[in-house]
């Protein structure tokens, strides 16, 4: 068998039939044929000629690769116009060449060549392996002896119309009810529309026209949000900042933390988008907390520790550290006001009424509860936040001792067999924080000199509980 370096555009199938068999080598299985006892015995007349109209393609190795497709327009002779190939790649959809003599090999038939054939790179000049390979080919049976559908009669037993544009319009769908015979279930219909329309939506968000359309709508609408110490703050100052509050932060959380960089740009230009906001008022920052931190269950594992780039979680961090410090001194409330979840992995209850940033960093804090957290690497971020936290300020070393952070902090290090510590070769950022802590704390009454005297007090930043 000769191996061909393409596959063939048309196929014949007769040498394969029955028929011809039959006729070639003079079987037994003629004289069935002659004597009539086969009723389904093919004929001459019968259709076994093909034409490719499909190719899957995979590029690759074994081990891995990606697939991709080539597929054929068909269009009947009245329309005038010829048959097209296109690529199918993920969204991507192109016109191509296929068809043009030589380029069925380069595209779809791995092998040598003298340069890059691929559709995706520039020629190089110099011998290469193509690995990409057709790996499945779509034939389509030519039906001669079958008459074409007559579309303008189909158009009349439905009542419509049949204008010439609307025949020629008929003609290129290819699933059309008229051409396909088929009424699906409504239920279907309505199914694949909404997919459709979600993925239009979908689309249409992770792209940078959508970015910089947000952009547009936000930057002009900052400097009324901060006014300057000689403007008063009114009403409609307070609901422009939750606006774009609240179109800021949803496209971060939608669009912005789970797209690529070179759509949605530098994440610093958006932190510091969302940091202005939050500056406003306190109310911008209770609404925020509830609306995007609190609202989820998962919402500090997510970005602090389970998210895959590390901008995103450098830059979550970053915010929640920052707002926690700008609300220190905002009017306290409880985790039910701020339609949080649930309390849990918390040293306080659900109802307990205490300053929204305590709120934010024992959400952070009831992170190390999650069993997942023992088999995640993505840490250092994590402690981080406890580390900022930490550096600014006594008021907020206070809230961490009180959360009993630094106790938390000294068993992960000393426990042999924790399976954070494990994970988490690098501890200095754990022993950054307990650092710090400790020495905000005065250990004079649990210290004593050989001679049993007290010593000298060191100078302390804050005398704390420990």
Same mark, same amino acid.
Request: aromatic share 10%; proline share 4%.
């Given at each position: 068998?000769?191996?061909?370096?393409?596959?063939?555009?048309?196929?014949?199938?007769?040498?394969?039939?029955?028929?011809? &068999?039959?006729?070639?080598?003079?079987?037994?299985?003629?004289?069935?044929?002659?004597?009539?006892?086969?009723?389904?015995?093919?004929?001459?007349?019968?259709?076994?000629?093909?034409? #490719?109209?499909?190719?899957?393609?995979?590029?690759?190795?074994?081990?891995?690769?990606?697939?991709?497709?080539?597929?054929?327009?068909?269009?009947?002779?009245?329309?005038?116009?010829?048959?097209?190939?296109?690529?199918?790649?993920?969204?991507?959809?192109?016109?191509?060449?296929?068809?043009?003599?030589?380029?069925?090999?380069?595209?779809?038939?791995?092998?040598?060549?003298?340069?890059?054939?691929?559709?995706?790179?520039?020629?190089?000049?110099?011998?290469?392996?193509?690995?990409?390979?057709?790996?499945? #080919?779509?034939?389509?049976?030519?039906?001669?002896?079958?008459?074409?559908?007559?579309?303008?009669?189909?158009?009349?037993?439905?009542?419509?119309?049949?204008?010439? $544009?609307?025949?020629?319009?008929? =003609?290129?769908?290819?699933?059309?009810?008229?051409? #396909?015979?088929?009424?699906?279930? $409504?239920?279907?219909?309505?199914?694949?529309?909404?997919?459709?329309?979600?993925?239009?939506?979908?689309?249409?968000?992770?792209?940078?026209?959508?970015?910089?359309?947000?952009?547009?709508?936000?930057?002009?609408?900052?400097?009324?949000?901060?006014?300057?110490?000689?403007?008063?703050?009114?009403?409609?100052?307070?609901?422009?900042?939750?606006?774009?509050?609240?179109?800021?932060?949803?496209?971060?959380?939608?669009?912005?933390?789970?797209?690529?960089?070179?759509?949605?740009?530098?994440?610093?230009?958006?932190?510091?988008?969302?940091?202005?906001?939050?500056?406003?008022?306190?109310?911008?920052?209770?609404?925020?907390?509830?609306?995007?931190?609190?609202?989820?269950?998962?919402?500090?594992?997510?970005?602090?520790?389970?998210?895959?780039?590390?901008?995103?979680?450098?830059?979550?961090?970053?915010?929640?550290?920052? &707002?926690?410090?700008?609300?220190?001194?905002?009017?306290?409330?409880?985790?039910?006001?701020?339609?949080?979840?649930?309390? $849990?992995?918390?040293?306080?209850?659900?109802?307990?009424?205490?300053?929204?940033?305590?709120?934010?960093?024992?959400?952070?804090?009831?992170?190390?509860?999650?069993?997942?957290?023992?088999?995640?690497?993505?840490?250092?971020?994590?402690?981080?936040?406890?580390?900022?936290?930490?550096?600014?300020?006594?008021?907020?070393?206070? =809230?961490?001792?009180?959360?009993?952070?630094?106790?938390?902090?000294?068993?992960?290090?000393?426990?042999?067999?924790?399976?954070?510590?494990?994970?988490?070769?690098?501890?200095?950022?754990?022993?950054?924080?307990?650092?710090?802590?400790?020495?905000?704390?005065?250990?004079?009454?649990?210290?004593?000199?050989?001679?049993?005297?007290?010593?000298?007090?060191?100078? &302390?930043?804050?005398?704390?509980?420990?």
């Amino acid at each position: 068998t000769t191996i061909s370096s393409s596959p063939p555009d048309s196929l014949s199938m007769e040498p394969y039939t029955v028929d011809f &068999l039959s006729r070639m080598e003079e079987t037994v299985a003629c004289e069935m044929i002659e004597s009539g006892d086969r009723e389904d015995a093919p004929t001459l007349s019968e259709n076994s000629h093909y034409r #490719l109209v499909g190719v899957v393609v995979h590029s690759g190795q074994a081990s891995g690769g990606h697939y991709y497709s080539y597929i054929k327009q068909r269009v009947t002779e009245e329309c005038g116009e010829k048959d097209k190939w296109y690529r199918f790649d993920d969204v991507d959809v192109t016109e191509c060449t296929i068809d043009q003599e030589g380029q069925m090999a380069k595209l779809c038939f791995g092998g040598d060549s003298n340069d890059l054939d691929s559709p995706d790179r520039k020629p190089t000049g110099r011998s290469q392996k193509r690995w990409w390979n057709a790996y499945i #080919l779509f034939y389509e049976r030519v039906d001669k002896d079958t008459p074409p559908l007559d579309i303008h009669q189909v158009l009349l037993q439905e009542g419509v119309n049949p204008g010439e $544009e609307v025949v020629r319009a008929v =003609q290129r769908l290819s699933l059309s009810p008229a051409l #396909l015979q088929y009424n699906p279930p $409504e239920g279907l219909v309505r199914q694949v529309r909404q997919e459709n329309l979600l993925f239009l939506h979908q689309r249409s968000q992770f792209c940078a026209e959508f970015t910089q359309y947000i952009k547009h709508i936000i930057l002009p609408n900052l400097a009324a949000c901060n006014p300057t110490a000689t403007q008063t703050r009114d009403s409609r100052t307070e609901q422009i900042a939750l606006d774009s509050l609240d179109l800021v932060s949803s496209y971060l959380f939608k669009t912005g933390f789970l797209c690529k960089k070179s759509i949605r740009g530098r994440i610093e230009e958006w932190q510091d988008v969302l940091l202005n906001l939050l500056q406003a008022s306190d109310v911008c920052r209770r609404w925020f907390a509830a609306n995007y931190l609190f609202s989820s269950s998962s919402r500090f594992y997510q970005y602090l520790v389970e998210c895959p780039m590390l901008d995103v979680r450098s830059s979550f961090a970053f915010i929640i550290v920052t &707002l926690a410090k700008l609300a220190i001194t905002d009017p306290p409330l409880s985790l039910s006001e701020l339609n949080a979840w649930s309390a $849990e992995g918390y040293n306080y209850s659900i109802d307990h009424v205490a300053p929204l940033s305590l709120h934010i960093i024992s959400g952070c804090f009831a992170v190390l509860s999650d069993d997942r957290l023992d088999y995640n690497r993505n840490l250092q971020q994590f402690f981080h936040v406890f580390y900022c936290y930490a550096k600014s300020g006594l008021a907020e070393r206070e =809230q961490l001792l009180n959360l009993a952070v630094h106790t938390k902090f000294m068993r992960i290090i000393q426990e042999d067999g924790n399976c954070m510590r494990a994970q988490y070769n690098d501890t200095t950022s754990i022993h950054n924080v307990i650092a710090v802590l400790l020495c905000s704390v005065d250990l004079s009454s649990l210290r004593q000199q050989s001679n049993g005297l007290q010593p000298s007090t060191p100078t &302390l930043l804050k005398t704390t509980r420990c």
